[in-house]
């Protein structure tokens, strides 16, 4: 099932800025308390981004307050205690007068005031909020239309589905192309890149619209690095070429064993996955090797054997190449592989024309291509 991207999970996340005035008050108002000892936690994420408390208030008369003064301009929770359970909402703190209101038990609903960046905080909210309650809607139902086995009504829901990650998509890019300067950006940003929602030419040229100071800071940095190692193994980029010994221990390189069409398939014996994957790869192979299509092996394995063994048990006819290093293997860090199987289909002059193509879209691929 598809996940529908909840925008407001990207909320949990740590930014700062300078601010230089004295210090911050915010002031809470909640409806619908039950008790004058209800308590309000203030809490900000640790360096392993769990959210802990930094301050308690309790809350008297539906009303509530927190003083300080912060370094940096963070965003951080509020944690409300009450016998319906933890609730969460988010707020950007910073040395100002701030304010909060919300009935508690609809924080979807809060209002936050006081400071520019809250303001837009709020924006990015009211303009998420009837996704985000479409999105919970859709999974309720796919997830009844799964139990009772209602194909019809599932197909249709998965499509709402995909049409809602669209909207969240160009919500995202339209939120960060208005406000340059928003910690929200960043926030959408760093999300778009942790679901890889997006080719990374289009995080790219939405990270260049964020303003300098954002780009500066721990997760614009992160953001950067993540597109400079994307860039050179992005779908139209030129595939890096590699050099890498054969079971036989004899060299192999890419550029020279190329065919019209290629996949760069990196697997291991030891993943499930990949040896699933394996006999679509073969049938594909094998209609399609004598027009023009091959296939490299790159094996993250340790052992020479077993290496050579699944190669045997799979029937794996085609090129392959393993330094035995793991993880570690150079092939696979230069084509910034973190999990497997992964795979880049070339075309003759080298270019990467597709990326983990699986199954029927691998053999649609190469069949637009040799047929």
């Not at 108002?29 to 008790?35: D, I, K, Y």
Request: hydrophobic content about 40%.
């Amino acid at each position: 099932m598809k996940k529908i991207m909840p925008w407001i999970g990207v909320l949990a996340l740590l930014i700062g800025c300078q601010n230089d005035k004295d210090g911050f008050t915010l002031e809470g108002s909640v409806s619908g308390v039950l008790t004058d000892s209800t308590k309000v936690y203030l809490q900000k994420r640790d360096s392993l981004g769990r959210f802990q408390p930094i301050d308690t208030a309790l809350i008297v008369d539906e009303h509530f307050e927190f003083t300080g003064k912060v370094e940096e301009v963070d965003l951080y929770t509020l944690k409300f205690d009450s016998r319906r359970g933890g609730t969460l909402a988010p707020v950007i703190l910073e040395n100002a007068e701030i304010s909060f209101k919300s009935p508690i038990d609809s924080l979807a609903y809060m209002t936050v005031k006081g400071t520019e960046q809250n303001e837009w905080l709020m924006e990015f909210m009211d303009q998420t909020r009837t996704m985000n309650e479409i999105g919970t809607t859709l999974r309720d139902d796919m997830r009844k239309a799964y139990y009772a086995q209602d194909s019809v009504a599932y197909a249709a829901l998965i499509e709402e589905s995909q049409e809602l990650v669209q909207k969240n998509l160009d919500f995202a890019k339209t939120f960060i192309g208005n406000h340059p300067k928003s910690l929200m950006s960043l926030t959408l940003m760093e999300d778009l890149v942790n679901r890889k929602s997006l080719p990374v030419i289009t995080v790219d040229s939405l990270y260049q619209l964020l303003d300098e100071d954002l780009k500066r800071r721990p997760i614009g940095e992160k953001i950067k690095v993540f597109i400079d190692k994307e860039k050179p193994i992005s779908v139209g980029a030129i595939a890096p070429d590699f050099i890498g010994p054969d079971p036989d221990g004899n060299e192999l390189i890419l550029s020279e064993v190329r065919g019209k069409v290629t996949l760069v398939d990196f697997w291991a014996a030891w993943c499930k996955p990949c040896r699933m994957e394996n006999p679509n790869v073969k049938r594909v192979y094998e209609q399609y090797k004598d027009k023009g299509f091959t296939v490299i092996g790159v094996s993250l394995d340790k052992n020479a054997e077993e290496w050579a063994e699944a190669i045997a048990q799979d029937g794996l006819e085609w090129n392959h190449v393993s330094n035995l290093m793991a993880w570690q293997d150079p092939i696979a860090k230069m084509y910034n592989v973190s999990s497997i199987p992964k795979a880049f289909l070339l075309n003759e002059e080298g270019k990467i024309i597709g990326r983990d193509l699986r199954g029927a879209a691998l053999e649609q691929a190469v069949a637009a291509i040799l047929d």
